[in-house]
């Protein structure tokens, strides 16, 4: 729930959310742009303070707060994980570049000497923040973009009908249907389950087997009801479609656009410079 609270709209009167949503998709293509052009861990580091710049000025950091305890579990569980794979496949580090040296049972053919490089911790860091920072910057967009903004940009953009409104209902009922697990699961411990005992993998299956059923269930009623409401309005008969919201550029888009733009010139810079930095 945490999670997806992220990628829900907040209405809120702040400069963030103001912002047409052309000038903070450009924003957010040029973010994540930056964070492609370089493997490097000093590079990606750069994107941070225009992220977190744009999240205080979004007021977002407690809607953000619940995903974050999210991805730093991941990062407790990839960032090991990532760095002890790396080690083994790498090709063989100097005796300094090593920071932890362990030696497994003898006998054990398949994983031998275990062993995690300075290069190996660098590696994974850096492909853990790029991950998390283009989370953060796709939640940053949703979160300040209502989903007429967002249907309104792509008939901008020239996208079917069709697939304007799929995406428009994805991102509505996402969270939506978190919400109904969430009463499900209520429901069903309310009706004598427990899913807190027993070793993990019984607790993960109490926990997620019992909600299959049910949460399916829901879904197939939600959009037969979905189906039927947009025949009974004759959704798609009409191939022209109006705007109830239309974007209009202002001074503070315009300032945005140039921003955008100024930054991916030096990420092409960084591209131009790969072999020499």
């Given at each position: 729930?945490?999670?997806?609270?992220a990628f829900r709209y907040?209405?809120?009167?702040?400069?963030?959310?103001?912002?047409d949503p052309r000038a903070?998709?450009?924003?957010?293509?040029?973010?994540?742009?930056?964070?492609?052009?370089?493997?490097?861990?000093?590079?990606?580091?750069?994107?941070?303070?225009?992220?977190?710049?744009?999240?205080?000025?979004?007021?977002?950091?407690?809607?953000?707060?619940?995903?974050?305890?999210?991805?730093?579990?991941?990062?407790?569980?990839?960032?090991?994980?990532?760095?002890?794979?790396?080690?083994?496949?790498?090709?063989?580090?100097?005796?300094?570049?090593?920071?932890?040296?362990?030696?497994?049972?003898?006998?054990?053919?398949?994983?031998?000497?275990?062993?995690?490089?300075?290069?190996?911790?660098?590696?994974?860091?850096?492909?853990?923040?790029?991950?998390?920072?283009?989370?953060?910057?796709?939640?940053?967009?949703?979160?300040?973009?209502?989903?007429?903004?967002?249907?309104?940009?792509?008939?901008?953009?020239?996208?079917?009908?069709?697939?304007?409104?799929?995406?428009?209902?994805?991102?509505?009922?996402?969270?939506?249907?978190?919400?109904?697990?969430?009463?499900?699961?209520?429901?069903?411990?309310?009706?004598?389950?427990?899913?807190?005992?027993?070793?993990?993998?019984?607790?993960?299956?109490?926990?997620?087997?019992?909600?299959?059923?049910?949460?399916?269930?829901?879904?197939?009623?939600?959009?037969?009801?979905?189906?039927?409401?947009?025949?009974?309005?004759?959704?798609?008969?009409?191939?022209?479609?109006?705007?109830?919201?239309?974007?209009?550029?202002?001074?503070?888009?315009?300032?945005?656009?140039?921003?955008?733009?100024?930054?991916?010139?030096?990420?092409?810079?960084?591209?131009?410079?790969?072999?020499?930095?």
């Amino acid at each position: 729930m945490g999670a997806l609270a992220a990628f829900r709209y907040r209405e809120r009167d702040t400069l963030l959310h103001r912002l047409d949503p052309r000038a903070k998709l450009l924003l957010s293509i040029s973010l994540i742009l930056f964070l492609w052009i370089r493997a490097d861990l000093e590079v990606i580091l750069l994107a941070g303070p225009p992220l977190i710049l744009l999240i205080a000025v979004g007021r977002l950091w407690g809607d953000l707060r619940g995903s974050l305890r999210v991805y730093l579990i991941l990062g407790l569980i990839l960032l090991p994980l990532n760095s002890l794979l790396y080690s083994i496949y790498a090709p063989t580090p100097d005796e300094n570049s090593v920071i932890f040296l362990t030696i497994t049972q003898k006998g054990t053919p398949i994983l031998g000497e275990l062993f995690i490089t300075r290069q190996a911790v660098e590696f994974s860091l850096t492909i853990y923040l790029r991950l998390i920072f283009m989370l953060l910057t796709v939640s940053t967009f949703i979160i300040t973009t209502s989903l007429d903004e967002i249907q309104a940009l792509l008939f901008k953009l020239h996208f079917p009908y069709f697939f304007v409104l799929t995406m428009g209902f994805a991102f509505r009922f996402m969270p939506t249907l978190a919400e109904e697990a969430q009463r499900i699961r209520e429901a069903q411990m309310v009706r004598g389950l427990d899913p807190n005992t027993g070793g993990f993998l019984r607790r993960y299956w109490k926990a997620v087997v019992p909600l299959v059923m049910p949460l399916l269930v829901s879904v197939l009623r939600r959009s037969v009801m979905f189906a039927e409401a947009l025949e009974v309005r004759a959704t798609f008969v009409q191939p022209r479609r109006t705007l109830m919201v239309k974007p209009v550029f202002k001074k503070a888009d315009v300032a945005v656009v140039s921003t955008s733009l100024a930054f991916l010139g030096v990420s092409f810079v960084f591209l131009l410079l790969r072999p020499i930095l």
